[in-house]
């Protein structure tokens, strides 16, 4: 089966500052990059559109409330060994939300990208 992109779409207060997040830290290559209003990065099949404040996105809504960053939806990505990612990125100054937290499918943690939005790093339980 062929690999189909998955388009996601983060408003940010700042698309330079994604974009250099994004591949610095979590392994992605900038497709296009049309700073300030809009960027958009690729990791393997998921396509992140990193969409800023003077973007068509962040348009106001008809009754005036404005799209901004941050809140509890999220990113998944899937790592091959958890603590040493995280003690990469803590060594690389990233800001987490949350330590480690263990259930029976595998680990998580929340990390916060330069807007606040969240990404989960997720390390999927052996057996």
């Not at 509890?72 to 060594?91: F, K, P």
């Amino acid at each position: 089966m062929a690999e189909t992109t998955v388009n996601v779409r983060y408003m940010v207060d700042d698309v330079e500052a994604a974009i250099a997040w994004y591949t610095t830290h979590l392994g992605f290559s900038v497709l296009t990059n049309y700073a300030p209003a809009f960027a958009d990065v690729r990791r393997g099949a998921l396509r992140l559109l990193l969409s800023g404040p003077t973007s068509s996105a962040g348009r106001p809504m008809p009754d005036g409330e404005l799209p901004r960053p941050g809140g509890w939806n999220r990113i998944h990505l899937i790592v091959d060994d958890l603590s040493a990612e995280v003690a990469r990125l803590r060594g690389a100054g990233v800001q987490f939300r949350n330590e480690i937290v263990t259930g029976p499918g595998g680990s998580q943690i929340l990390l916060i990208d330069p807007s606040g939005n969240s990404v989960e790093l997720f390390q999927p339980a052996r057996g």
